[in-house]
């Protein structure tokens, strides 16, 4: 059976479906952190953290995001990712305003964030007719 699956009765049966009351060490076999739980019999992640994927991963909250990058939240599939008007920089791995993004290499990554901007001069800014609003994307 693959990573975080028992054979039992013949079938790979995940882990957190099985009894750990009766084998203790099928929850730290597939993660260090799981934990078993006296009442209810099942391998369990401790708290601030959620099981995905057999494994033990921090839970995603826009506190903990915020932690590694004050303009990041938690978004889709319990991951961080950049509040809205602003972007993911590989160069430097935090996110930078939508506004201070060099766009030089791909002029379609300011529409991709905000349809109201464009590439002007390298940088993304608001289309003709629209500026930057409280919320960092351009607004008419």
Known sequence: CRHGYKMNGGQ???VWDLNC????SICKEMDVRAECDADTGMCVCPDTYIQKNNTCITECTNESCQVLDINSVCGDANMCSCRDG???DNATNICVLLYQMNCSSNASICEIVDP???CIN???GCKAGY???????CIN
């Open 131 to 137: 500026s930057i609003g409280p919320d960092s994307l």
């Open 21 to 24: 009351l009766t084998e203790p």
């Open 12 to 14: 790979c049966i995940s």
């Open 122 to 124: 390298d940088l993304c």
């Open 86 to 88: 602003f972007i993911h």
């Open 116 to 118: 109201n901007s464009r």
